[in-house]
């Protein structure tokens, strides 16, 4: 079963976020496909295949990290993993937003907003 969850995380103080990061939080070395596209007139702003390392002892995932993506308009931020799951969300990078986290896990893939 494939399951996208979503999640914010609201007080943060951050500097410098980057628009989209993308964090392998299993145990063995994933590839995925990652592709934002504006929601208003489905102009393609992300095109990317990556592939992560694992996650070793207790530190967080590797991650991909991509800056200037989203603009104020709304975007559809949509992460395949071979032979894993996917997920969907839609993403404005806003005053409020600071970014958007996206963590793999084995059996599903959770999106997080961060806010400021």
Do not use: W
Request: aromatic share 4%; proline share 3%.
């Amino acid at each position: 079963m494939m399951v996208a969850g979503v999640g914010s995380l609201s007080g943060c103080s951050m500097g410098n976020v980057d628009d989209i990061t993308v964090r392998n939080e299993t145990e063995c070395e994933i590839t995925g496909e990652i592709t934002v596209t504006r929601v208003d007139d489905s102009k393609q702003l992300l095109d990317d295949t990556f592939t992560l390392a694992p996650v070793e002892g207790v530190l967080r995932g590797t991650k991909k990290q991509y800056s200037n993506v989203v603009g104020a308009e709304t975007a559809r931020v949509h992460v395949t993993i071979r032979d894993g799951p996917e997920g969907t969300h839609e993403f404005t990078d806003s005053a409020d937003s600071r970014g958007l986290d996206v963590e793999v896990h084995p059996d599903a893939i959770e999106f997080d907003v961060v806010v400021s």
